[in-house]
């Protein structure tokens, strides 16, 4: 079992590193490690939140693969608690918690909770990386800007201890590591 473990690892790796991996590519088991960071991550939620809402939200960088996952997993769970007021308020509930850089509180539905947090957890991300400062505020995209200068500069992350700044400055520290100056 170990050695199973050890080749898949390796074997995403390897797609990931050459660049030719995409989620639709990745057993679905493990689809959601392969989009659980970054902009990978960002596409996944902003796809769920578009499956769920029934709305269209474009990641400003776009993993086509992590967007169709979480697009299905947004549809899927429309579709599992089609208008169910508990589903609508854990999801609205949880995206509060995910854009204010909280951590998350998993309520029932679990399902419409975790997409929730995902989605405004991504929301927040997309708009600092975009520098939207009419969606999250002058805070979050100077917090978003330092952490990146503080990537392309060597110098180890310090957040504050707001939480959706801490996020957004999280954000921009991980995209230095992707994108070149």
Known sequence: MKQLQLFVALVVSILTLAGTARATQVPSSLSFHFCGEGYRYDSYG?????????????PFWRDEGCYQQGLSDGKKVAAQYPGDAWCVRAFGDATKLGFA????????????????????????ADNARRGRRDVVGDVCVNAYLRGKNDRY???????????????CYMTGYDDAGVVPR
């Open 46 to 58: 902003l796809g769920a939140g578009s499956g769920y809402k029934r709305e269209q939200f474009i």
């Open 101 to 124: 850089g909280d951590m998350p509180v998993i309520t029932s539905p679990s399902e419409c909770s975790h997409l929730g947090y995902i989605f405004g957890r991504s929301y927040l």
């Open 153 to 167: 500069e060597s110098r180890p992350p310090t957040t504050g201890v707001d939480h959706q700044e801490a996020t």
